[in-house]
């Protein structure tokens, strides 16, 4: 395991921004690789697999569910509005 890289998911880490997530990716793929920078003919595969790691890494954040923690990043919007719906049905006057 990588020492420098930070564990990205909440409850550990709040706030995620995009630059935290490519650092996490460089600094897998140096580990990986075994180079800090690579050589000229290196580069393009390189960059690459940052850019592939940064990717998987924003997917994988977005789809976690970590239990307690709420709702993901993604279902916020639609759990807001689950938590209006419940708010409306319990005013509602009743029909019985």
């Known amino acids: ?18 630059a935290d997530i490519e650092a996490a990716a460089l600094q897998y793929v140096r580990k990986i690789s075994g180079f800090r920078a690579p050589a000229a003919h290196n580069a393009a595969a390189f960059d690459a697999a940052v850019a592939a790691v940064t990717e998987a890494t924003r997917t994988l954040l977005d789809q976690l569910v970590v239990r307690g923690a709420g709702p993901t990043a993604a279902d916020r919007p639609a759990a807001l509005s ?4 419940r708010e409306a049905a319990a005013t509602a006057p009743s029909h019985g």
């Open 1 to 18: 395991m990588c020492r420098s890289i930070k564990t990205l998911r909440e409850p550990f880490t709040p706030q995620v921004t995009d």
């Open 82 to 85: 689950e938590v209006d719906q």
